[in-house]
Nanobody
Framework: QLQLVESGGGLVQPGGSLTLSCAASGSSMNNYNIGWFRRAPGKEREGLSCNTINGLNAIYGNSVRGRFTMSRDNAKNTVFLQMNSLEPEDTAVYYC????????????????WGQGTQVTVSS
């Protein structure tokens, strides 16, 4: 059973950067498409990006396009989300999720979820 654990969240000032990690255990991440989502206070969970089994990236969130980048290190069974030029509106709990079928920006399509990591952007 694939298990995912996010890390790297924290408090950062506007304009700053953070790198989130999503580490997998129990199964190889090579067999999964990995997505990043976030849930801001009072809002629905939002799909941000996805990295396919073949290593291709898809960006779903227009608000993060050009600022957030995904990467995958299969040897470490870990996926990363590099976040630059952070804004207060990026404050949210960030989740990674895995699905063996395809990338999607809908959280309904993912079978495996991490517990989330809090990112707070504030001065």
């Amino acid at each position: 059973q694939l298990q995912l654990v996010e890390s790297g969240g924290g408090l950062v000032q506007p304009g700053g950067s953070l790198t989130l990690s999503c580490a997998a255990s129990g199964s190889s991440m090579n067999n999964y498409n990995i997505g990043w989502f976030r849930r801001a206070p009072g809002k629905e969970r939002e799909g941000l990006s996805c990295n396919t089994i073949n290593g291709l990236n898809a960006i779903y969130g227009n608000s993060v396009r050009g600022r957030f980048t995904m990467s995958r290190d299969n040897a470490k069974n870990t996926v990363f989300l590099q976040m630059n030029s952070l804004e207060p509106e990026d404050t949210a709990v960030y989740y990674c999720a895995a699905d063996s079928a395809a990338c999607s920006n809908s959280d309904l399509d993912y079978d495996h979820w991490g517990q989330g990591t809090q990112v707070t952007v504030s001065s």
